[in-house]
């Protein structure tokens, strides 16, 4: 005998079904096998893991690892037919070796999957420079959006750069905070003057990567590139001299042996008193803020990074994305969209990482906990997603212009020589590599 179902009791049943509904229930009992980096935003990830298991039943192990060694781990783990990985956090440069090698997967199938996807997720929230920075592969320039991109990754452990200041040094001398890079340039040579000892700003400068970093947190801001629309060198042009100069001058007026620094010891010159400001990742407010690690606690000051001939700053940080060859993609997808919900971006933040929405770092509760989130937020506005290449050729031109660099800065060669040796051999990799196929 059929039974005759009226409106009301559909409605009822359907009513009942959906106060029930589990989206997690389907992978309950999966244990997902992550691969982070040990790194400050990571160690806050940590703390909220148990939070995603106790909401969803699916078990997290963690493979956590210094980000080169973790680099060099995937790299082996991403070109097996079965991956150990069912998510991987990377850096941002390793996103065009990943996706040239069809090692990432592309994230539309489970974000049009109405099982998977979150109504609420909203994406717009997220901060644009870095979706296309760390996430976007295929579109503009080939690593940025566009209408022929797609997404492989969401950011996770977003950084930028900003100024960190002595407030106590600054109210010392009646100093004003650097708006522009003529003013910062100025404080950072007049600050030893008036500080015997003290170095004006901490800076990376050590060979290879450091200085190449260093070199490029001014270049953007200056109006400068490393390419330009054609695939030719312009490190070399006017702008990047000037950004070359900025740095020797930055280095020359820095503390004793600054020529050396690399990111820890620069940033230890900072924590320990002995410059008077800093310019370089937003990451560290952590540690500048711990009375365990810092000398500064409670005299350090946030700015936005000084503007040049426009408002830039540097696009750096992780990403999280898929493996091709992973084993529960649909799970790690779960796992990936809530650490990257607003509900996870502001329980992360509040464990001390490092936000990845624009409402994280506007939101009322994390800038009682942390007051420079605002200021930071700020700053990820005019965060520029073209800050460097990402390119595969990009690791090898980016050696030779930090070796380069460090020459200029301890052996005073000239500036505009030494860039224009870069910008020539830095053409021949392009043309090796065939971006000059279609001029």
Not at 141 to 155: A, Q
Not at 283 to 293: K, T
Request: hydrophobic share 40%; glycine share 10%; aromatic share 10%.
């Amino acid at each position: 005998m059929l039974k005759t179902i009226t409106y009301a009791s559909f409605g009822a049943a359907m009513m009942a079904s959906t106060a029930i509904a589990n989206p997690y229930a389907e992978y309950e009992g999966t244990t997902l096998i992550v691969n982070f980096p040990a790194h400050p935003h990571y160690d806050a990830v940590m703390q909220i893991l148990p939070e995603f298991t106790a909401q969803t039943g699916i078990e997290v192990e963690v493979d956590q690892l210094p980000y080169l060694a973790m680099r060099e781990r995937q790299t082996l783990e991403l070109a097996q037919d079965e991956g150990e990985y069912d998510l991987i956090a990377y850096v941002v440069f390793s996103k065009a070796d990943y996706v040239y090698a069809d090692q990432l997967e592309n994230l539309a199938k489970y974000f049009m999957n109405p099982r998977l996807a979150d109504p609420s997720y909203d994406a717009s929230d997220l901060i644009d420079g870095y979706v296309y920075n760390i996430g976007f592969a295929g579109g503009d320039r080939g690593y940025l959006e566009g209408p022929t991109g797609s997404l492989f990754g969401i950011p996770y452990g977003s950084e930028t750069s900003v100024l960190g200041y002595r407030t106590d040094i600054f109210e010392k001398h009646g100093l004003e905070v650097p708006e522009t890079y003529e003013e910062m340039l100025e404080l950072a040579c007049r600050i030893p003057e008036l500080e015997p000892g003290m170095g004006g700003l901490a800076s990376r400068a050590a060979s290879g990567h450091h200085a190449a970093h260093a070199f490029l947190l001014h270049l953007n801001p200056l109006g400068g590139a490393i390419f330009d629309d054609n695939w030719e060198p312009v490190m070399n042009s006017p702008e990047g001299v000037a950004a070359a100069e900025a740095l020797k001058q930055i280095v020359d007026c820095g503390p004793e042996g600054a020529v050396n620094y690399g990111f820890g010891e620069a940033l230890g010159a900072f924590l320990n008193g002995d410059t008077a400001m800093y310019l370089d990742t937003t990451v560290v407010a952590g540690q500048i803020n711990d009375p365990e690690r810092s000398q500064v606690v409670g005299n350090v000051g946030w700015a936005l990074h000084p503007m040049g001939t426009e408002r830039a700053s540097q696009t750096g940080g992780f990403g999280i994305g898929i493996p091709a060859n992973a084993e529960n993609k649909e799970a790690a997808f779960l796992l990936m969209q809530w650490l990257t919900s607003r509900e996870g971006d502001k329980l992360v933040a509040l464990a001390g990482g490092n936000p990845s929405r624009f409402s994280t770092h506007a939101d009322p509760d994390v800038n009682a906990v942390f007051p420079h989130m605002a200021t930071f937020g700020e700053a990820l506005q005019y965060a520029d997603p073209d800050w460097r290449p990402i390119i595969p050729t990009w690791g090898r031109i980016n050696a030779d212009l930090g070796t380069t660099l460090s020459e200029v800065l301890t052996q005073d060669l000239d500036i505009q020589e030494a860039l224009d040796g870069v910008a020539e051999r830095a053409r021949a990799t392009m043309d090796e590599a065939g971006y000059y196929t279609w001029q």
